[in-house]
């Protein structure tokens, strides 16, 4: 069976590898000339397989008005004449719910589990070179009511099979030393033995070289325009450069899913919500911490990842929009200034902005998704886990393939 999958992000590649495995005639297709070049290029680099809790709960409709009026914030809003975004919107606030966040802490952390059991049996066959490691993650509360509520989520996720700690500021500060200069700044954090990181770049890249190896076809700078139909099954993908026939299709496009996928009747809650990275050389290891670090105050996350340190931020609902706001870049290096001085050379750091393809309940869509084909899949809408989730998403694609 020839299966084309639609978009080389890091969801794509790991879904064409994990078809290839199975034996299936893989096509991966991206208008891009290289994989991994949109979403998936320097996001904050964490396989972050205990911290899933969606977007949408009570505890974030509650911050939401504080959130969009505060200086500065890391959320932003911007109202656009766009019927997706409002619809969009809706789904969200309608998904705010103590039940609903329970119920998808539930769900992702099983996807997580299958994530990391699937990506750690692929990189043990493959040896690949992605700067993993598995360096932990502390989360700090700068205040005692989000430590009592990440307490209550670590006792949750306890009942789940979740492994984690809480911290108050000393044993955070003798976890870090790096961290001991503003302990006071801290109520306390929570200690995630178990996370990793790595480089989702690097990750795509070995993804799809692996992928060739095994006898998938790469097809690289070639847009998806339509989808041949006859009768309820896609018979061929059209590109800018011409036809490719095809016994099934994949739509893993990112925050492009919804258009593909509207083409083949399928409808796709989907929207950007986007963020920016910066990557600076590390000059002084000892001054940096050894984990990663999510600072919950100023809503960034801060990655060692090889020689560098990677540091992530903001959600912004602004549209497809990829230009890149200095006031943001300056946010992050000051933050890495406030957490970590001298440990990083901040003269000229590599800045990025990406979107996190969102669905209303942070649940990603895979499998079947309505429309008219019968032989259209679609694996799309990871928004911020999707380094975390592809693995784990590909594996449950394919068996549902
Ligand atoms: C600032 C930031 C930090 C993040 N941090 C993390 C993190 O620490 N951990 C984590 O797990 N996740 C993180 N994420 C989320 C993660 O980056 C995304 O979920 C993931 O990259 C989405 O991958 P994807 O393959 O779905 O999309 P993409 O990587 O965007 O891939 C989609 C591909 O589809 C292609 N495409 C689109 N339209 C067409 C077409 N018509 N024809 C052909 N090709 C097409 C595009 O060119 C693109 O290459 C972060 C995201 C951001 C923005």
């Known amino acids: ?40 290029y320097a996001n904050g680099a964490q396989l972050s397989y205990s911290y899933v809790e969606p977007l949408a709960s009570d505890a974030t409709l509650r911050a939401l008005p504080g959130l969009l009026l505060a200086k500065d914030s890391a959320l932003k809003f ?13 789904q969200f606030l309608a998904a705010c719910t103590r039940s609903q966040a329970q119920n998808g802490t539930r769900q992702l952390l099983e996807l997580a589990a299958l994530s990391r059991r699937t990506l750690e049996s692929w990189m043990e066959e493959e040896h690949w070179s992605i700067d993993f490691a598995r360096n932990g993650k502390l989360v700090l509360c700068r205040d005692e009511a989000t430590l009592r509520r990440q307490e209550a989520q670590v006792a949750l996720q306890a009942k789940l099979g979740s492994s984690q700690e809480v911290l108050n500021a000393k044993q955070c500060a003798e976890r870090e030393p790096a961290l001991s200069h503003i302990a006071n700044s801290f109520a306390g954090g929570i200690w995630t033995e178990s996370e990793c990181v790595a480089n989702p770049y690097l990750l795509c ?28 099954r896609v018979q061929a993908v059209h590109t800018e450069q011409g ?36 990557t600076v050389p590390v ?12 600072d919950l105050g100023l809503k960034t996350v801060f990655a060692p990842l090889g020689q560098h340190l990677r540091v992530a931020a903001a959600a912004e609902i602004v ?26 050379d901040l003269s000229a750091p590599q800045t990025w902005a990406g979107l996190r393809p969102a669905t209303p309940n942070s649940l990603p869509i895979i499998g079947q998704a309505g ?31």
């Not at 911007?78 to 809706?90: E, H, M």
């Not at 692996?210 to 847009?223: D, I, M, N, T, Y």
């Not at 890149?324 to 290096?333: F, G, H, V």
């Not at 694996?379 to 886990?385: C, D, E, P, R, V």
């Open 78 to 90: 911007s109202p656009r004449w766009d019927t997706q975004q409002w619809a969009w919107g809706i």
């Open 319 to 344: 549209g497809e929009d990829l230009h890149i706001d200095p006031k943001r870049i300056a946010q992050m290096l000051h933050a890495v200034n406030e957490l970590f001085p001298g440990a990083c």
């Open 283 to 294: 000059i002084n290891a000892e001054k940096l911490a050894r984990c990663s670090i999510t």
């Open 1 to 40: 069976m020839r299966v084309m999958v639609v978009g080389a992000g890091i969801v794509g590649c790991s879904t064409a590898y994990a078809l290839q495995r199975q034996g299936y005639q893989v096509t991966l297709l991206d208008a891009q000339v290289e994989v991994g070049r949109m979403s998936s």
């Open 243 to 278: 036809s490719l026939p095809c016994d099934a299709v994949v739509i893993a496009a990112g925050v492009a899913s919804p258009r593909l996928g509207a083409m083949l009747g399928m409808k796709l809650p989907i929207y950007p919500i986007k963020g920016y990275s910066i």
């Open 205 to 232: 890249q070995q993804l799809a070289n692996s992928f060739v190896e095994r006898g998938g076809k790469l097809a690289l700078g070639q847009k998806v325009t339509a989808f041949e139909r006859q009768a309820n």
């Open 371 to 401: 429309g008219w084909a019968s032989n259209a899949w679609a694996n799309a809408g990871q928004g911020a886990l999707g380094l975390t989730l592809a693995a784990g998403s590909a594996a449950r694609l394919a068996s549902a393939l």
